[in-house]
């Protein structure tokens, strides 16, 4: 089977490519002009240049393309400029998805989020939950947005089948979830507060996105979900597989305080705060998704909490990342 892969230069998207190959896919990934690629094209992937912006250069990548895995997103918890997280989720996924249906492409796997779910405060997401009505991030909202428009497709015929992933972690992570490990186990963090969180393992996800493509229903949603913890089991068990000390838990309101001057830190020097406040926001409601359905439907198993820290903690060693 031939598919293009979006966003195939990126850490979920690598992934998925990664699974693709060992299942005997005939990979092809949509890249701007300046990524790197050198490592795809060593591995027998064609890159086709182009942007998820840019409609005509996604309907001629999809040229003789079996199914289109749409994983491109700007993926962040700090938005200096939400308006273009915001064009990247929804025109690159109405992009996407309008380039797919002019091709007559047969099936499409959509990479969205677990945040979209939007359950309330102790609640257990599924792919059933009503969304809370309001967002924690401009990340929930664009992703959100981008799924109405993938529903309207949808309505129109489309086979779209949706991935919904949780916190992925795993070996290449430098998105949130893997730079708050990597400053934590670099000392940077002078307190932490009480949260929830669900994880998964990369490879999981891009598993689950393969599964959906090969045995999913059209229209049908799928959460990648491997387990659920509270930040200080979840850290704890990140400080002691890095031979780390767990700093000292404090109040949230001063943890508010100190995302908040992180993010104006970071604006002066043009860096990445070391605490967002979207970040702040999500951990004190808490992330609870239930990953059950793809697990039932898709026979996904997913790798435990400690496989999942223990595979990321040593790639950032590696990489020299984590001292």
């Known amino acids: ?12 998207g690598g992934a998925l490519v990664n699974e693709l190959l060992r299942r005997n896919y005939q990979v092809r990934v949509l890249a701007r002009a300046s990524s790197r690629t050198a490592h795809l094209e060593q591995r027998g992937v064609e890159i086709a240049r182009g942007d998820i ?10 040229d003789g393309c079996e199914v289109l895995f749409h994983a491109a997103a700007i993926y962040d918890l700090w938005a200096p400029d939400p308006d273009v997280m915001l064009r990247t989720e929804v025109d690159g996924t109405v992009n996407a998805l309008e380039a797919a249906w002019q091709r007559r492409t047969p099936r499409v796997v959509y990479t969205s989020t677990g945040l979209t779910v939007g359950e309330r405060r102790n609640e257990t997401g599924t792919e059933e939950t009503v969304h809370r009505g309001y967002f924690l991030s401009v990340y929930e909202r664009a992703k959100f947005e981008a799924e109405r428009e993938a529903r309207r497709f949808i309505e129109r015929g489309l086979d779209v089948r949706m991935v919904k992933p949780s916190g992925v972690l795993g070996p290449g992570d ?26 998964v393992h ?5 598993l689950v996105h393969a599964l959906a493509a090969e045995k999913g229903q059209p229209g049908r949603e799928y959460i990648a979900a491997g387990w659920i913890s509270s930040v200080k089991d979840w850290l704890g068990e990140a400080c002691r597989l890095g031979g780390k000390r767990l700093p000292l838990f404090g109040p ?3 943890a508010r ?4 001057a992180s993010e104006l830190y970071a604006r002066v020097m043009k860096s990445e705060p070391l605490l967002s406040v979207e970040t702040w926001h999500l951990l004190t409601h808490g992330l609870r998704l239930d990953g059950s359905r793809a697990a039932r439907e898709l026979g996904v198993r997913y790798k435990t909490m400690q496989e999942t820290l223990a595979d990321a903690i040593a790639w950032y060693r590696e990489q020299g990342l984590v001292t």
Do not use: Y
């Open 202 to 206: 990369v490879e999981d996800v891009a």
């Open 1 to 12: 089977m031939k598919a293009l892969v979006t966003g195939g230069t990126g850490f979920v």
């Open 257 to 260: 305080g100190f995302a908040h």
């Open 252 to 254: 949230a309101i001063l």
């Open 53 to 62: 912006l840019d409609r005509a250069s996604i309907e001629s990548a999809l």
């Open 174 to 199: 430098l998105k949130p979830t893997g730079r708050g490990l990597i400053n934590l186990l670099n000392g940077r963090f002078p307190m932490l507060f009480h949260g929830t969180l669900t994880g």
